[in-house]
């Protein structure tokens, strides 16, 4: 197979060093990016290049976050699911399903082009046991399980059109391609798009460009690889972190690729390398997909 390797020029855009890193989303009417920071229980906003930058304390180990209409963000919590207001710093709990054992959190989420947001958990003991689920919470709250049998959930991301649905699991380690439905948020013809390893990079968080094409980031080889809808491994885009966790694209004409990153204790400093932790970002070449916004319909007027 022939894999083109591709080393973009990318920046850091902040100092700080995130335990872990993840879910960035741009928000266009903010002119941010967010993020959280799951081990360090922070939410993160900076600007596309770096000049200002806010942290947000969180009362528990927040994994995910969408966009909602009213301007405040839905955050899924290890087990809870809420709404945060980054101008007052206030949250507001809006679903708290029973998602199964103790050891099962929340993990990877994103708004659908249904405006539901779909949240994949994870087993957080040793094992890694395929005890999680796919939720999807609507705006009244209600938590609705869609898929069971997940060990890490991971990589949630729609195309352009909304009828195409992506999911990986970072220990199956697979991706998966669903038939989806943007007006009834019905899942349809499952596809396995690709099965990776510790060589190609196990499958983290994800995303869709217009084009049509899967990004994919390689947590165990500081890569994103970018699939074709066929699941052909296109191209590797090197990347100056060990442990890129999710890419995101953002920016003016959403061309602008970022990538959070988490730290492993026991990796060496590489002399000339950026920090794990850090959040990185560079031209990605093509125009990404607009995140969708949750219909907040519980916002204070």
Known sequence: MNIIRIVPDPR????????????????DRRERLFFVDIEGREIHHI?????????????DRPT???LAESGRLIVAFTRAIAFFDPDTGLFDTLATPDIGPATVRFNDGKVGPDGAFWVAAMDEAPERA????LWRITADGTARKMLDGLRVGNGLAWDAAGTTMYLADSRGPWIDRFAFDPATGTLGERTRLAMLDEAHGRPDGGACDAAGFYWSAGLTTGHINRFSRDGRLLEHWDLPVGYPTMPCFGGEGLRTMFVTSLVR????????????????????QIAGVAPWRFPDVTAVE
């Open 130 to 133: 395929a005890i999680a689920g």
């Open 12 to 27: 850091r855009l902040i100092d700080h060093v995130c335990r872990l890193g993840e879910s960035p989303v741009w928000d």
């Open 47 to 59: 600007t596309a290049e770096g000049s200002s930058h806010r942290i947000w304390p969180t009362p």
């Open 265 to 284: 204790p026991e990796q060496e400093d590489q002399p000339g390398a950026e920090p794990d932790g850090s959040v990185i970002a560079f031209d990605a």
């Open 64 to 66: 995910a976050l969408g």
